[in-house]
């Protein structure tokens, strides 16, 4: 019997990477014509083209344009040709302002059915990966699922009481898992080539809260399969980092060398008078993208500029936290499932791991958790929020708690919550910016080691500057300048976004956990 198993998960994972070599993303799709479009910027923001639908057969779209091109006689406009050809996403207009004069909280429930999308029809050409079960979206430019995003936004939906669509949500990484080997960074073809932060056994937590121990047998194969790919057991993934007494932690690697298809130009450009491997730039810019942080000075060599990027080369301290739950996730559901063999084993690989998260990724000159340069073998230099995440898991120690405490409150804490990092660099990820994820992270990991009044401290300054962002404009936006409240986020590749999934669901978690009304 066991024997008939292996041979059937053989068989599944061959269709699984058939089906997945089998999507092409829109660069490969479209050649020259993907190359074109986006070095020409004939859409302001480059995600809008690898989002368009084409109006006939792609390969028929790309062999009209070879054909146009080629021939000298024929003036024509590439944004008409593409006008022709194509059907643009829906814009990311406004549409989620409301009624300023209502509750932030009937604001947010809301927002959960102009945030929904029904299960995906195919359609030849898209990136879309279509989905068997409705979802949510964040808002704004982003019209897919995000992995790492729908864990923080299901904290809302749990407290709204959408339990059917919070199992909707897990089915659809489910069925992800299933299909592609691994959730993608979101449900699009130019997505394959990376993952997000691993957050999807916390979602298996949600989901047990209500339905109960059994989910963790129910969702087992999953939880495997998503711990397969970070530790590289399927084909070209490079996740995994050996230290140098063995122990093994993990870092970011996005599979791909080329620029990101949604950042084409960008991307390009910064290649521009650079001296080292555009390839090995590519890559880690799209690792800094699997990150969910991207970009920050966090993930920059030099600590100033993007173009010394070496996210590939850090072993990451909150990724390596999320692992570390993972690896108990799976020792908790092998045990549902009667296994008490590999639940003994996967505890005490969680053991390991923490144990080397502690003694690699942990500074005791100053109380705090870092990433690890491999290169240099040391810490890196860049004092992060990030740093908390241990706490968030109950991986460190109590005695160390007091000093990150103070570390949380003397450096982190600002007029909004906590800020991301020490640095104003002009990236999203950076000061003056705060994010729903990190308040969340730091507010619990705080409680879990008794610092409950600065807990409460954060969470307050957190919602308040939620809700007055939102009085004076009727939007949830997805990221917040904490050191002045009164001037807008900023930082990054787009303009801020409104809608917006994380912060809704955070929101709403932390007025109802600590009973704040407007």
Request: charged share 20%; net charge positive.
């Amino acid at each position: 019997m066991r024997k008939l198993s292996f041979l059937c998960l053989l068989f599944i994972s061959s269709i699984v990477h058939a089906q997945y070599g089998n999507v092409e993303p829109p660069d490969k799709i479209y050649g020259v014509l993907f190359r074109d479009v986006q070095m020409n910027r004939i859409f302001r923001d480059g995600k809008t083209f690898v989002d368009c639908v084409p109006k006939s057969d792609p390969k028929e779209i790309v062999q009209s344009y070879k054909d146009i091109k080629s021939n000298r006689a024929i003036r024509f406009s590439l944004k008409e040709f593409v006008a022709g050809n194509f059907t643009e996403p829906p814009a990311s207009a406004d549409n989620y302002t409301s009624d300023k004069a209502q509750p932030v909280t009937t604001h947010i429930t809301q927002l959960w059915e102009k945030l929904k999308r029904s299960p995906d029809k195919p359609a030849k050409g898209s990136s879309l990966l279509p989905l068997p079960y409705p979802y949510i979206v964040p808002g704004g430019r982003f019209r897919e699922v995000y992995y790492w995003d729908s864990y923080f936004t299901m904290l809302g939906l749990q407290e709204s009481g959408e339990d059917a669509l919070l199992e909707n949500i897990v089915n659809n990484f489910t069925y992800m898992i299933q299909q592609y080997g691994h959730i993608p960074n979101g449900n699009r073809s130019y997505y394959l080539s990376r993952s997000q932060p691993p957050y999807f056994a916390l979602m298996v937590d949600l989901l047990a809260e209500k339905k109960g121990q059994q989910v963790y047998a129910q969702y087992q194969m999953a939880l495997q399969r998503e711990y397969n790919y970070w530790m590289d057991k399927r084909g070209g993934a490079k996740h995994v980092v050996r230290m140098p007494d063995g122990s093994v932690l993990n870092r970011y690697y996005d599979l791909d060398d080329v620029p990101r298809q949604e950042s084409y130009y960008e991307d390009s450009m910064l290649t521009i008078g650079y001296s080292g491997s555009a390839k090995t730039l590519y890559r880690n810019l799209r690792s800094g993208a699997e990150s969910g942080w991207d970009f920050s000075t966090r993930w920059f060599a030099d600590g100033s500029h993007l173009n010394t990027i070496q996210t590939t080369n850090l072993v990451p301290v909150d990724l390596n936290a999320l692992l570390y739950h993972l690896e108990m996730t799976l020792s908790k559901a092998y045990k549902s499932s009667g296994n008490l063999l590999q639940s003994n084993l996967y505890a005490q690989i969680a053991n390991k791991r923490k144990n080397a998260i502690n003694k690699y990724l942990y500074n005791p000159a100053d109380g705090w958790y870092y990433d690890y340069v491999t290169s240099t073998k040391q810490l890196s230099n860049e004092m992060t929020i990030a740093g908390i995440t241990p706490y968030f898991f109950m991986i460190p120690p109590k005695a160390t708690s007091a000093r990150a405490i103070k570390v949380v409150e003397d450096k982190f804490l600002k007029a909004g919550g906590v800020v991301t990092t020490l640095k104003n660099s002009g990236q999203q990820w950076d000061a003056p910016n705060g994010w729903a994820p990190l308040q969340w992270i730091t507010i619990i990991g705080l409680e879990n080691y008794g610092a409950n009044d600065l807990a409460k401290k954060i969470a307050d300054r957190w919602i308040q500057l939620n809700i007055k962002v939102y009085k004076a404009t009727g939007k949830l936006v997805e990221k917040y300048n904490v050191e002045d409240v009164n001037v807008e986020a900023g930082g990054g590749e787009y303009p801020a976004q409104d809608g917006f999934g994380w912060t809704n669901g955070v929101l709403l978690k932390l007025m109802n956990k600590y009973g704040v009304k407007e």
